[in-house]
């Protein structure tokens, strides 16, 4: 469906709560696979990536019982999975078919996994390769899906330098070397979001981070040893940030996010936004849990440096700072982005092809983009290449251009953000946020 945005200068004001968080969800839903017995999710997402992980469990042989804010999975464990279902459709979710990817190593049936054509086109090899290195036997389609995966017999565990920072990867992994025989050991290059860590060892999984990025797990011996947590699933900071950007760049705006996840490997775009000037006041929840508010109050912005390192906690959030780039004062440069490129659509491109459009200062590098700030933005027609971040991330640039945009299709929103344009009419009606 194509939208035409109207530039609204309202400040944003108030307290949201975003959707809850994509990633969480995903690994509460898959996880719930693992234990025989009954797990409950509290404020599970409901959004189309998320029910394609529904969809992975359900045809492993998982109830669900989706009731009003709570979802409760029960699994008969690895052993006793269904095997009739060979094919499994991950839609547009590379979430659910990477991890999916680890997951189906755990028992014996083969299973093929498929997706969506964007999905399709998202290498699958990162994963494929070291699960076949530990003997579990794997095959791609030219790299791509459809994704074949057939546990023939006992593997061994895996030592891995991974090439690339991906908790996709990462996890996958990880559930694989939960039926190894024998303990494995996985390096990445620099840290990324450790949801899968901290959810499974919470399950009683036994594994070990280090501060130099090693990450150590133990072959499970028995299913039924796994605690069946309930998982409550904070609200997603990837989600708010298109709040937050939209506070940080209007005079006036003060917006709280509540009850987000303050994961350190989550909140990189929040750190830049200060970094950029913007004023960010954080109140955690509790001590335990890296769960609280965050509160952007409007500030003159100024350029920065995006490093690789910093780039994981920020990945879905970039094409984000590179709009708020055409705002600051000064260059910006983003460097060892390159994991942009084999998202939804290339995101580095599209970035840069839709911004220029809109009259910005951007030029495209291999791993990243510099950006020459602060120019006005303008109308024009763009692009969302059907990825759900880049369609979000125009509706903000909209908001601050000087005439309408008109976005070539909004639907790809439903992904991890089904109530996104609701919020955007809203607010564009003059209203503070409540929530
Ligand atoms: O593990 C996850 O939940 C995710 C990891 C990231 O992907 P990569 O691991 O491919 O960087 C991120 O882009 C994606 O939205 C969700
Ligand atoms: C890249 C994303 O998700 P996935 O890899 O799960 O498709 C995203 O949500 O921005």
């Known amino acids: 469906m194509v939208m035409e945005l109207t530039p609204c200068r309202h400040p944003v004001e108030g307290t949201l709560r975003p959707p809850s968080d994509k990633s969480i969800t995903h690994r509460a839903i898959l996880f719930s696979a693992l234990a025989p017995g009954t797990v409950r999710v509290l404020h599970p997402l409901v959004a189309q990536d998320t029910l394609s992980s529904r969809r992975l469990v359900e045809s492993l042989g998982v109830k669900v019982e989706a009731g009003d804010d709570e979802w409760i999975l029960t699994s008969p464990g690895p052993s006793q999975w269904k095997s009739d279902t060979t094919v499994i459709d991950c839609g547009n979710s590379g979430t659910t078919m990477r991890l999916g990817m680890g997951l189906l190593a755990l028992s014996s049936s083969p299973r093929t996994l498929i997706g969506d054509a964007s999905l399709s086109k998202r290498p699958m090899e990162r994963v494929a390769r070291p699960l076949r290195q530990m003997g579990i036997d794997v095959e791609t389609s030219q790299v791509y899906a459809p994704v074949m995966v057939h546990n023939r017999g006992p593997y ?3 030592s891995y330098s991974m090439p690339m920072a991906s908790a996709q990867v990462k996890s996958a992994l ?11 050991e996985i390096v990445e290059p620099y840290p990324t979001r450790d949801h899968t860590e901290q959810m499974l060892k919470q399950m009683g999984a036994r594994i070990r981070m280090t501060a130099d990025h090693h990450i150590m797990v133990e072959p499970l011996q028995d299913w039924r040893t796994l605690d069946l947590v309930p998982f409550r699933v904070p609200g997603d900071p990837s989600s708010g940030a298109f709040w937050a950007a939209l506070a940080a760049l209007i005079p006036g705006s003060s917006l709280t996010l509540k009850e987000i996840s303050l994961s350190p490997r989550r909140i990189g775009f929040f750190r830049l936004l200060q970094q950029m000037g913007a004023r960010i006041d954080i109140e955690r929840e509790s001590d335990t849990e890296d769960i609280g508010h965050l509160t952007v109050t ?3 912005l100024g350029g920065v440096t995006v490093t690789p390192e910093q780039v994981p906690d920020m990945i879905d959030e970039v094409p984000l700072v590179a709009l708020m780039a055409t705002q600051a004062f000064g260059d910006t440069v983003i460097s060892g982005a390159e994991e942009l490129r084999v998202k939804e659509t290339d995101r580095i491109q599209a970035t840069v092809t839709n911004l220029k459009q ?9 791993d990243g983009m510099v950006i020459h700030g602060p120019t006005p933005l303008h109308g024009g027609s763009v692009r969302s290449f059907g990825d759900h971040r880049m369609a979000m991330m125009l509706a903000v640039a909209a908001a601050i251009a000087t005439s309408p945009v008109i976005l070539d299709d ?3 929103v439903a992904i991890s953000y089904p109530t996104f344009f609701e919020q955007y009419q809203h ?6 946020f409540h929530d």
């Open 427 to 432: 607010w564009q009606q003059g209203y503070a």
């Open 174 to 184: 990880i559930l694989a070397a939960l039926g190894a025989t024998t303990l494995s």
């Open 298 to 300: 409007h500030q003159p």
């Open 410 to 412: 909004v639907s790809s």
């Open 358 to 366: 809109l009259g910005a200062h951007i030029e495209e590098r291999d």
């Open 156 to 158: 061994r565990g895996l």
